[in-house]
């Protein structure tokens, strides 16, 4: 690994060959206004080949919330569950959970679920903060509620709640949460700094989240795309809640952070996301693979596409992931991951055998800020060919 020359006051490391990954990084930061705390982190063929960070507050250390991102730590237990036989993808969410069969669901396959086709994005009369922390508490109040639209015939993101609802699926499977199953076969054997319910001990490292920066011409984009309270987007980020917070808000949450819910209270690193990730498809300090090439393929291969119903664009879904490669084509075919609130981005591309990880404390406008990360995924794939 080369040392980074100090620059636009960026950290780090990157390895010989990979030096434009470090360019685009730099670019953002200047795009940014130069005091953004931003991590990003690359693997290839299973070795880090990218490691850098910058920021006035920003260590490689720092732990950040990675908001959805859960999501898809989460559904790699899932995954390795279905590797061992334990979970179904083509069984009905109903005979893992005899209850959730009701309202019309009975016959709505894992993957269908996981695809987030269930349309129970959130409960009719929202969550408080508190209930949200709570996965058990959010998958007893949405699995005997009525779907918002014929379930595995729509989809929408299921944005605050689909890991709550997998999970359940999980831990009735096993008798485990899918916390335990993180901590258990993630976590520990691959020594990352990564949580989904982060000990009050580490608690002194996390950076809390900053507000988005607001113009005039970014509080009139916003308004454009807002929508009521009430409306199936309001109520997939709760806002129709008395007493909701922001996404961006929910990781400074005390609870939130210490609980850990699976759609959206994971903590962690860069470094942490972009070694799970790795840990997929390439072997990682002389481990096998995670999961097989049948079973990442599973789960990479697209389940549903089309306009999503809550984000109202187009959108692919894998099976509890992201398409990615639909959203960055310079990916493989079968790349997939998860975004988070703000720009946060974790993924795979098994056929490059890469991964790739982004977490900043400011939240972005546009939300996911595609076009910064197809950049910086030009430049790491571009490098992995050359390699």
Sequence with gaps: MLDVEERAGIDGVVAPGFEAVRERFADLL??????????VAAYHRGEKVVDLWAGPDTTAESLMGIYSASKGVAHLVVALLVQDGVVDLDRPVSHYWPRFGVEGKRDLLVRELLAHQAGLVGAVDGFAVEELADDRVVADRLGTQRPF????????????????????????????????????????????????????????RFLSAQPMTTTPERLRELAEVA?????????????????????????NIPVIRS????????????????KLYSAVASPVDGADPLLDPTTAAAFGQVQSAGVDLVLRQPKAWAVGF???????????AGAFGHSGAGGQQALVDPRHELSYALLRRRPAFPAQIDKDHLRLLDALVTAARRA
């Design 322 to 332: 992201h398409a990615s490669a639909e959203t960055y084509p310079v990916l493989g």
């Design 259 to 274: 609980r850990g819910p699976a759609s959206l209270g994971g903590v962690g690193t860069a470094r942490g996301l972009a």
């Design 149 to 204: 639209w014929r379930p595995g015939r729509a989809t929408g993101y299921h944005a605050l709640v689909m890991a709550a609802l997998s999970g359940e699926v999980v831990r009735r499977a096993t008798g485990r949460t899918v916390q335990e199953h993180f901590t258990e076969r993630l976590r520990l054997p691959l020594g990352l700094d990564l949580h989904l319910g982060l000990p009050e001990a580490q608690d002194h």
């Design 227 to 251: 929508t009521a309270p009430d409306s199936l987007s309001g109520i997939a980020f709760n806002r129709h809640h008395p007493y909701h917070r922001e996404v961006w808000e929910l990781p």
């Design 30 to 39: 200047a795009a940014e206004g130069g005091d953004l705390d931003v991590q």
